[in-house]
């Protein structure tokens, strides 16, 4: 592939992209196989580090979803490169790439990946979300009991079972709201730990309909996180002003201050001319 062809590709995932640019470095790297450049908007591959496509094209996406999130993003995106709407932006990429056959899921087509993760995702994922929701029984079962005797429930879970408030509330929650075990123990966690019974029951959906765990957190988290894009943009506005006054009222003083310092040269000067 040369590097038209992986701009064609990736415009095929995100026809509407903002403008960029693909460049092949020539050279091999140890420490990274591609790159985005935010301020030139490049996505740079050293392609000399791929023996087959495939990995030549997972680079591509992962830089283009670096794009997509700088160049699409409302408000100046997190200074973190690896963030949730990062991971969100490209799983869906991913995703989209193999319906097209643009990418191939070497996970889903190799024997030996999918018999490991039959065994990861049944004998430990599984086996311990539904460990997980005994526990959260028996955990509601001594919380009855410390009502009944007046003991306190938290120094049960503390000083008898050695266990953190927290993960023993979780697991109780985990009961309580009974989400499916077949999701997987942490994601389990995350769907309890949703407060809004509508979002619970659309991000435990989400996790069923097999979305990776920061594509449910992005689809839960959108709304709150942007209520209203005028409310945003305004706060984002105020913030920088405020920025620039600061700065402004810095540069006042250094330039008093350097004012100063040259009103104290030039007497010097005048002094020893008259001495003289």
Request: some cysteine; hydrophobic content about 40%; charged content about 35%.
């Amino acid at each position: 592939m040369n590097q038209n062809q992986v701009k064609e590709m990736l415009l095929r995932l995100e026809p509407d992209a903002a403008e960029f640019t693909v460049i092949f470095s020539g050279k091999a790297s140890r420490k990274v196989n591609g790159l985005y450049r935010p301020e030139r908007r490049e996505i740079i591959i050293h392609n000399r580090n791929f023996k087959e496509d495939n990995a030549l094209v997972y680079t591509a996406i992962h830089e283009f979803a670096h794009h997509i999130q700088h160049a699409h993003s409302p408000v100046p995106p997190s200074t973190r490169a690896h963030t949730v709407r990062f991971w969100d932006i490209l799983h869906r990429l991913l995703i989209r790439a193999e319906k097209l056959g643009i990418y191939h899921n070497i996970f889903k087509s190799d024997g030996r990946f999918r018999k490991l993760t039959a065994t990861i995702r049944d004998d430990f994922l599984i086996a311990h979300g539904e460990m997980m929701k005994r526990l959260g029984d028996l955990l509601m079962q001594a919380a009855d009991l410390c009502s009944e005797t007046g003991a306190s429930f938290d120094d049960y879970v503390d000083r008898e079972l050695l266990l953190h408030r927290t993960a023993a509330k979780i697991a109780m929650k985990v009961r309580a709201f009974d989400v499916p075990a077949s999701i997987g123990y942490e994601n389990m966690k995350i769907v309890a730990a949703i407060r809004d019974e509508e979002k619970r029951a659309i991000a435990q959906e989400a996790f069923l309909s097999g979305s990776t765990p920061d594509m449910v957190k992005a689809s839960i988290s959108k709304q709150d996180e942007y209520p209203d894009e005028m409310a945003r943009l305004t706060r984002e506005r105020d913030r920088i002003e405020q920025s620039i006054e600061t700065l402004a009222r810095k540069l006042e003083k250094i330039e008093r201050r350097i004012n100063e310092i040259k009103n104290a040269e030039r007497r010097k000067r005048n002094r020893k001319k008259t001495d003289e």
